[in-house]
């Protein structure tokens, strides 16, 4: 008998040795008697029925049946393990989607999702990174309006998705992070198990998530994931975080008798009517009023009462991109005439708006140690409702410098939305109508002005090499404009000059999910692949253009759109380095009249010596990819053959080389 053929009949033996033992409790040593159940039954009397982990011994699904020994007994095999139960809990509130980065402190977890639930509600996304993970859920919720699941491993996993959370914290998005740890000390088998535990997991991130809880029974985690879900999606939207511990994923609960909650949404809070009562009749009968949104409309209903209101009085409205707040084809949409409107307002609402101190005032010179001043009159009145009030903790400094408004209305801008549109309707009289047309004529021309201009701007530089940004999104914008799609992370901030805002007709509240929240870098690329799995669902077109110096902090992002298939069209806005850093360091060179060219524009903020193949990268990590792109004629071609790819249900990445800005 050869070696190979004699180590196979031992592994069967020993397996039925094992099978045996199960069958009638733990084996005896050679000498000693067998249970009777072991013993083989009379041909009268009816077998019973193998246990599952019987099954698994007769089948060889034991990985490795010798390191247990002969000492191997009932009490190894769990027939309806804790990780079980706590999926029929995540079943229960519908949560469709968990990212993570496999770990052996939720193990038990991630077995019972794949074996028990079939990889289906929730399926697993796999990241390359617990940062990657949580920014995936982050760009989810924003696309979908709806929370996925995240697990981390321990206090390291926690550590590496902090910047993450706080992104997800400061822009309110919904989701459920999960962190294993060992939480038993007289459990816990290796120096892995110790250096990975905390006492209090959920300290590490405490100050910028909604709620943690670490429940230490099933029945509690029952309890406390539904309470998450509640207060994650209670208005303010938030990341919340729940401690699992390692060990009750893996025992057994077949003997437990478990309450799974019904999950019940909570309803959002309105503003108080009296003040919202007040806020209309301002607006109604102010001469120069201008609305301005950030965070206010997290569904398509919140855009449609954003228009009603604005319409209702001719406002014109001003966007702060927080989310897609305002149609750009509405003559309403007057975001390129910020500055003019506050300096001319006499009344002002912020809807949402996360730092209301910034849109009236200023820093003279733009400089940290500058004096602060007024941007608005001095007699204009400001109005806010939303959330902010709501939202606050003492360490990170995210609700920004305060600011005392005229009247300060607590509640979900959305939710109090049809309220506030109510009040304006009965406050109308027949003088009101006649003025509002004549302030609609004035803004349908200077929209009109407007779109003019930031056409003729964008045929400056309109061959030139590197690309200017202008062009890049022009050139996209036909390829685009008869699908559904969605523009990611960047397009309704300064990074891109607001181009595609400029460019493009943004119409629909999917066109956009607005940016980070708390401008974290390594964000763009893995929340655009958040998108892209929510927007698999619904066939819409994702557009990610990409900076260079988010890739680099975040390149795995792209093997988990390759990996699971995900129709994203990635374009890189490859302008060589950290450009924002560099008019930084030109600024403080000025100040100090040391030159603004040379070193001080290189030196930590160039990609260069090497420079960085983004198309060969994404290519290593299963993605088509071409580039870099430094002729803007070859653009068209380019963009149809990535678009081909997209097709198929793959995701695809260009390298343009780009004008910084």
């Not at 849109?359 to 001095?378: I, L, S, Y």
């Amino acid at each position: 008998m050869t070696k190979e053929k004699k180590d196979k009949s031992l592994t069967v033996d020993r397996r039925r040795l094992l099978t045996s033992s199960l069958a009638g409790g733990l084996a005896a040593s050679a000498a000693g008697p067998v249970t009777a159940r072991a013993q083989a039954p009379a041909e009268s009397e009816k077998a019973p029925a193998p246990t599952r982990a019987e099954k698994q011994m007769e089948e060889g699904d034991i990985a490795s049946i010798d390191q247990y020994g002969p000492e191997l007994s009932d009490r190894y095999f769990v027939e309806r393990p804790g990780s079980d139960v706590m999926v029929d809990v995540i079943r229960s509130v519908g949560l469709p989607y968990m990212s993570l980065n496999p770990a052996s402190s939720f193990r038990g977890l991630q077995e019972s999702i794949v074996n028990y639930a079939g990889n289906k509600n929730p399926q697993i996304i796999t990241a390359t990174h617990e940062e990657q993970a949580v920014a995936i859920a982050h760009g989810y919720a924003k696309a979908s309006g709806k929370p996925m699941g995240v697990l981390a491993h321990g206090t390291v996993g926690i550590q590496h998705a902090a910047m993450a959370v706080y992104n997800a914290y400061v822009d309110r998005a919904p989701m459920i992070i999960m962190g294993s740890t060992h939480a038993d000390s007289s459990k816990r088998s290796s120096y892995i198990d110790w250096n990975h535990s905390a006492h209090d997991t959920g300290k590490i991130i405490r100050d910028f998530t909604k709620w943690d809880a670490a429940p230490i029974s099933m029945q509690a985690f029952a309890e406390d994931f539904s309470r998450a879900m509640k207060i994650a999606l209670t208005p303010p939207y938030g990341p919340v975080y729940l401690a699992l511990d390692a060990h009750i994923q893996e025992e057994e609960a077949a003997n437990l008798s478990i309450d799974i909650p019904k999950f019940i949404k909570g309803a959002p809070p309105v503003a108080d009517e009296n003040a919202v009562e007040e806020i209309a009749q301002l607006l109604v009968n102010a001469e120069n009023p201008v609305i301005v949104a950030d965070m206010f409309a997290n569904t398509p209903d919140g855009m449609d009462l954003l228009i009603e209101i604005a319409e209702a009085v001719n406002a014109p409205v001003v966007d702060l991109c927080g989310r897609m707040n305002f149609p750009t084809t509405h003559y309403l949409c007057q975001t390129a005439n910020e500055d003019d409107l506050i300096l001319d307002a006499d009344f002002i609402l912020g809807l949402e708006v996360q730092d209301p101190w910034g849109v009236v005032n200023r820093m003279t010179g733009g400089r940290r140690h500058g004096a602060p001043m007024r941007k608005a009159r001095d007699d204009a009145k400001v109005a806010l409702i939303g959330v902010n009030d709501l939202f606050l903790k003492s360490n990170y400094q995210s609700f920004q410098r305060y600011f005392p408004a005229d009247i300060s209305a607590s509640g979900d801008g959305e939710a109090t939305a049809p309220l506030l549109l109510e009040k304006i309707k009965a406050a109308i009289t027949p003088a009101h109508i006649t003025r509002y047309e004549e302030r609609g004529q004035k803004w349908r021309e200077a929209h009109k002005v407007q779109r003019e201009a930031s056409l003729d701007a964008a045929r400056y530089g309109w061959g030139a090499s590197p690309v200017s940004l202008a062009r890049l999104c022009a050139e996209l914008w036909p390829k685009i404009k008869d699908r559904e799609w969605m523009l990611t992370p960047r397009g309704g901030g300064t990074f891109l000059s607001r181009w595609p805002q400029r460019l493009w007709d943004f119409d629909k509240h999917h066109n956009h999910i607005g940016d980070s929240g708390a401008a974290g870098v390594g964000y763009g690329a893995p929340a655009s692949v958040g998108a892209a799995l929510a927007n698999k669902e619904t066939g819409r077109l994702t557009v990610n253009i990409q900076g260079d110096g988010d890739f680099l902090y975040v390149p795995g992002a792209f093997w988990t759109a390759a990996h699971h298939n995900l129709p994203l069209l990635t374009i890189m806005h490859n302008n060589g380095g950290y450009h924002q850093e560099v008019m930084h360091l030109q600024r403080m060179a000025a100040e100090r009249r040391r030159g603004v060219g040379g070193p001080v524009t290189h030196h930590g903020l160039k990609f260069e010596n090497p420079g960085v193949d983004f198309a060969s990268v994404a290519k290593g990590l299963g993605v088509w990819s071409t580039g870099p792109i430094d002729n803007p004629n070859d653009l068209s071609r380019v963009l149809d053959s990535a678009l081909d790819v997209i097709g198929q249900g793959e995701p695809a990445l260009i390298d343009v080389l780009c004008q910084p800005r």
